[in-house]
Structure formats: structure tokens, C-alpha cells
T-cell receptor, first 111, second 111 residues
Framework: AQSVTQLDSQVPVFEEAPVELRCNYS??????LFWYVQYPNQGLQLLLK??????LVESINGFEAEFNKSQTSFHLRKPSVHISDTAEYFC?????????FGQGTTLQVKP | ETGVTQTPRHLVMGMTNKKSLKCEQH?????MYWYKQSAKKPLELMFV???????ENNSVPSRFSPECPNSSHLFLHLHTLQPEDSALYLC??????????FGEGSRLTVL
């Protein structure tokens, strides 16, 4: 069975510092990979996705994630975070149309 | 605005009540989903509908009863719930490629 592991439940970081949110998945077949973000009192929104092609994918607000097949990882990074990036981040893997989510990582950006 | 609308946003009910959650999507998608989000737990997939047909029931107790009258509407009927059913219930839609569009959720409290 597929699974997704987000290694950190909470990541505190100061504003303008770099951040990495880690995600590992287990699957023996090709998968699609996603990062979703959930701001307080809202539903989840797609941040970025990897379907095929370039292993480095970017979002419009400065986040990027790199698909590493050998390490079965899809870590999310941002070189300089803002207060507004404070949210819950979910990694997800899709195979045969079913989306499996990780436990989520709370990113807390401090001034 | 994600194109997926959930009502009500908040619901408080007793264990003997019967209530329903409603979800409507304006994206022309063929698949609709119910997820349960509880604190400190991964998102739990409950039900999946494709072209109005239920294709997934993830061992959900019968006190939760889904209904999908057409591709744009999805309901979750609730009856004789337990306090541990208190959670955020998220509806989502998809075109089947793994990218989900979520509503803002219905926060349910069972007394």
C-alpha cells in the first residue's frame, strides 16, 4: 500500500529565513506528487504538483519541490519565508486516481 | 474561491439528531470526494463518486450516508453520530488527474 510520511509535524522559522518541509512516499509504481496548503479556517489549496518531466517544480509564490525518485522524496523548499506563509502543508501522492495525504506539517513563521 | 462550496460552515448537533452537509461544485468535474480532517491525524478519505456512482467507501460507519444526485452536488447525511465524529469535513472535486479542488469545509461538533 502507498503511504506518505511528513517527517516534521511542526517547523518554526523566522521571517526571511529559508525552510524545507520534508516528504517521503512509498510506492512501487509511477506516481503523481502534490503539495497542498491549508490556511487557518480554510480548505486545502494546491501549491504545486509533479506529474512528469522536469523534477523541479515551482509555485507562483516562491515555493519549489524536487522529485527524487531514488530517495522517494518530494521535499518542499522556499529560500525566504514570509509571515503569510504560516499554514499547514500537506504532501500527497496519487496513483490510480486515489490521493493519499501525509500527516501535515505546520509551518510557523515568526517575525 | 475554489469553485467548491460547502454548507453549512459550522454545525453543532446532538447524538440523536439528523443533519446533512451539502457540497456543490461549479467546475464541471466528474469526481467528488468527502474527506474527514481530525486534529493530529492525516486526512481520511471517506467516499468517492465518479459520474454520480460511488466508487470508494473507505470502511465508513453507516451513520454517515452519502448521496450524489448529479455530478455537481454531493451530500453527507448524518444520523446518530458520536462525539468522536466531531471534525472538519472537506468536500473536493476533481477531473480524475489527482488534482483536487477543496471546499472550505464544514466544522462539525457532536455533543
Amino acid at each position: 500500500a502507498q503511504s506518505v510520511t511528513q517527517l516534521d509535524s511542526q517547523v518554526p522559522v523566522f521571517e526571511e529565513a529559508p525552510v524545507e518541509l520534508r516528504c517521503n512516499y512509498s510506492s512501487s509504481v509511477s506516481v503523481y506528487l502534490f503539495w497542498y496548503v491549508q490556511y487557518p479556517n480554510q480548505g486545502l489549496q494546491l501549491l504545486l504538483k509533479y506529474l512528469s518531466g522536469s523534477t523541479l517544480v515551482e509555485s507562483i509564490n516562491g515555493f519549489e519541490a524536487e522529485f527524487n525518485k531514488s530517495q522517494t522524496s518530494f521535499h518542499l523548499r522556499k529560500p525566504s519565508v514570509h509571515i503569510s506563509d504560516t499554514a499547514e502543508y500537506f504532501c500527497a501522492v496519487c496513483n490510480t486516481g486515489k490521493l493519499i495525504f501525509g500527516q501535515g506539517t505546520t509551518l510557523q513563521v515568526k517575525p | 474561491e475554489t469553485g467548491v462550496t460547502q454548507t453549512p460552515r459550522h454545525l453543532v448537533m446532538g447524538m440523536t439528531n439528523k443533519k446533512s452537509l451539502k457540497c456543490e461544485q461549479h467546475l464541471g468535474h466528474n469526481a467528488m470526494y468527502w474527506y474527514k480532517q481530525s486534529a493530529k491525524k492525516p486526512l481520511e478519505l471517506m467516499f468517492v463518486y465518479n459520474f454520480k456512482e460511488q466508487t470508494e467507501n473507505n470502511s465508513v460507519p453507516s451513520r454517515f450516508s452519502p448521496e450524489c444526485p448529479n455530478s455537481s452536488h454531493l451530500f453527507l447525511h448524518l444520523h446518530t453520530l458520536q462525539p468522536e465524529d466531531s471534525a472538519l469535513y472537506l468536500c473536493a472535486s476533481s477531473q480524475g488527474d489527482g488534482e483536487l479542488f477543496f471546499g472550505e469545509g464544514s466544522r462539525l461538533t457532536v455533543l
